[in-house]
């Protein structure tokens, strides 16, 4: 079994920046990692993904160029860096983890999922 912990939500304003970490802890060998978010009133999104080395990583196009994901292997830790924020950034963002080929952008493949950690974005 495989534990997810997420931290760093909050509130901003337009163009601020936040930093979300996912901290797994249990059997953690060989697990992909990714974010995604879920608005309110609308389906859960994927955003990012980076495989268990952190040598690739996948966008979603909505936030390239603006969000930076990452892993620090020895803490069993994912990130999102999040810049110039925009308000429909708001939302609820999951943190999920499972063994998978590649960086995957389905929910499907991810078998564990955190309680998730709100971000605002509001001027």
């Known amino acids: 079994q495989v534990q997810l912990m997420e931290s760093g939500g909050g509130s901003v304003q337009p163009g601020e920046s936040l930093r979300l970490s996912c901290a797994a802890s249990?059997?953690?060998?060989?697990?992909?990692m990714a974010w995604y978010r879920r608005a309110p009133g609308k389906q859960r999104d994927f955003v990012a993904s980076?495989?268990?080395?952190?040598?690739?990583?996948r966008y979603a196009d909505s936030v390239k160029g603006r969000f930076t994901i990452s892993k620090d292997i020895a803490k069993n830790t994912v990130y999102l860096q999040m810049n110039s924020l925009k308000p429909d950034d708001t939302a609820v963002y999951y943190c999920?983890?499972?063994?998978?080929?590649?960086?995957?952008?389905?929910?499907?493949?991810?078998?564990?999922w955190g309680q998730g950690t709100q971000v605002t974005v509001s001027s």
């Open positions: 999920a983890a499972g063994r998978v080929a590649g960086p995957s952008v389905y929910g499907s493949d991810y078998s564990y």
């Open positions: 249990g059997a953690t060998g060989s697990l992909n």
């Open positions: 980076v495989i268990s080395s952190g040598r690739a990583t």
